[in-house]
């Protein structure tokens, strides 16, 4: 993963995750701090993401991992994901994915969720 992230995830190897998830363009340039202009421009040019974009990248693909572990189903998790949640003030769990810190939030909330601990 490390390597990973330090190379760059490329357009393609994004473009594959991404396509598997229900996040808009718009959505991914908000989490990856980008405009979607630059993401047109990387898809274009096949280019990589520099080492932080890569990063969420992975860490987004890793909770989506365990949300559906947590879950049982891929729907249900991005039913919760565009739900809001009281735990987290009553925003949506979605909003949550544009920083490391966010992210974190939300797998320490899905480990709750595991264990039945929901507030």
Do not use: C
Request: proline share 2%.
């Amino acid at each position: 993963m490390i390597t990973l992230i330090r190379q760059g995830v490329s357009f393609e190897e994004f473009d594959r995750f991404a396509s598997k998830s229900t996040f808009s363009n718009e959505e991914w340039a908000e989490y990856l701090h980008i405009s979607e202009r630059t993401m047109q421009r990387y898809q274009k040019e096949q280019k990589s993401f520099d080492s932080l974009q890569s990063e969420k990248i992975v860490e987004i693909a890793l909770l989506q991992k365990r949300g559906v572990e947590v879950f049982g189903q891929k729907s249900k998790f991005q039913s919760w994901l565009e739900t809001p949640s009281i735990a987290l003030g009553g925003l949506l769990p979605k909003s949550y994915l544009d920083s490391s810190f966010g992210i974190t939030l939300l797998k320490d909330e899905l480990t709750r969720i595991e264990y039945g601990v929901l507030a």
